[in-house]
């Protein structure tokens, strides 16, 4: 059985002190759960502080996003050993806001996905269709090429130590959440082309599902076969609503 991992990612929301009550309540609201993996990504800046508040639990915090080289003339960038430096498991890479307000690429998305394994992070893939490929019945074909990309430059053994996380444009930020149908069956695509290529990676692969999940849709969405827990926007800002959420994927 795969564990399951709840994320929050709290895109460019936060304030020092608001953060520092977020994450107290977070850490102590985890010490009881015991079969879910939980983490929260957070803007740049506040790593130290995540790093602070919850060294020593069993909640784990990483970045938004990374740059795809080790290091250089890149000013303003972050590289993938500067946020091992401070104790990131996670980030994530491709989410469907850079894809689109920063023009980031399949290619490049997994160039950054590369770079944050060489550094020993875990990446967080972020795949999923807008609501016109949708409704032009494109959204396997959106979905597998986001996959190609990664597959075509790191092989598909590089989706040995990552998650991928299915999160349709159309759902995220919107309150419209993906039936748990709807999400399963991406999912399973997701598992089968993977499998492919390796059965046993594809298997094992945590997948999971974000785009307005909250605490009352969650059980029915991790309860799914191929759902392996959320990846969470707005709801990983308030910690009881986040909480919820965890227990949900504790619970699955
Ligand atoms: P919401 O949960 O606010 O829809 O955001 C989802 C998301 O983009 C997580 O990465």
């Not at 890149?74 to 091992?84: D, K, Q």
């Not at 016109?132 to 598909?156: F, H, K, P, S």
Request: one cysteine or more.
């Amino acid at each position: 059985m795969r564990r399951k991992l709840v994320a929050g990612n709290w895109k460019m929301y936060g304030t020092l002190a608001g953060n520092a009550d977020l994450l107290d309540a977070v850490r102590s609201g985890m010490e009881q759960a015991r079969n879910v993996d939980c983490a929260v990504c957070v803007p740049f800046p506040y790593l130290p502080q995540a790093q602070q508040k919850l060294s020593g639990s069993g909640v784990k915090w990483g970045a938004q996003n990374v740059h795809q080289m080790d290091k250089g003339a890149y000013t303003g960038e972050v590289s993938a050993a500067m946020l091992r430096d401070f104790g990131c498991s996670y980030v994530i890479v491709g989410h469907s806001e850079r894809r689109a307000y920063f023009g980031e690429s399949s290619h490049l998305v997994a160039e950054k996905f590369l770079a944050a394994q060489r550094a020993g992070l875990i990446p967080i893939l972020c795949v999923g269709e807008t609501l016109e490929q949708r409704e032009n019945g494109a959204t396997e074909n959106v979905v597998a090429g986001q996959l190609d990309a990664l597959i075509d430059l790191g092989g598909v053994q590089a989706l040995r130590d990552a998650v991928v996380a299915y999160e349709p444009v159309w759902a995220i930020g919107t309150g419209k959440t993906a039936t748990s149908a709807q999400a399963q069956a991406v999912h399973t695509f997701i598992r089968q082309r993977i499998a492919s290529h390796d059965g046993q990676t594809a298997a094992e692969l945590c997948i999971l599902y974000g785009g307005s999940v909250k605490a009352n849709n969650a059980p029915e969405l991790f309860a799914m076969p191929d759902i392996d827990g959320g990846l969470i926007g707005g709801a990983s800002l308030v910690a009881d609503d986040f909480l919820a959420i965890c227990r949900a994927g504790a619970r699955t």
